[in-house]
């Protein structure tokens, strides 16, 4: 079992730990990436073996680490697309976002996200993933309960890029599920009487 951060463990040492990880395990490119409706050219880090990119940036004013992931070629495209955020707070938890630091029973750091996805879909969501969700889901310990979360490994290991991308393509197909989902959900006819399911 997993334990939650709290607000008195190293949250900078653990985004700094896994930073330096991503950023020893992959090659430093300029490029441009959308978000939010808009883009800049940021240093991602190209990890080419898994066929992912990612970009690790502390905000100022914000409460919480910007992890991003992304699973486009570099030399492909123009802008970047971001598959999936894993954004720790940087104090404690909050189930609020998606990411989390993490320890184990031995006290090693691990990346957790909690299955809480965005992407501006209707249906989107936390209950959507574990429903479609393929991978391993663990139990978190947070405030004396357990919540489930997927563990994407010790910020250290050499194993992390090959998670994350897996994991970031799992949330892709999700959202792709989901949306298909929807759109047979929107196809359906009427019920008697004309009057749409929504109306």
Known sequence: MLTAFCSGDDSMGAFEALRAALLDNGQQLQHRVGFRGKSDIETITWHSSVHMWSLLKLNKGSKRFWCGFGVQNPKDIESLDIAVEVNPRLKG?????????????????????NGKIGGGKPGVGKTAFFDHYRGEIMDMSYKGGLVDVVDLGPIDSHRLPERIAWFAREVARIKRAIETESDSSDDS????????VNQ
Do not use: E
Request: glycine share 20%; aromatic share 4%.
């Open 189 to 196: 006819p009427p019920r008697s009487g004309g009057v749409g």
């Open 93 to 113: 938890t909050d189930l609020r976002v998606g990411g989390a630091f993490t320890k184990d029973a031995r006290g090693v750091v691990h990346l957790c996200h």
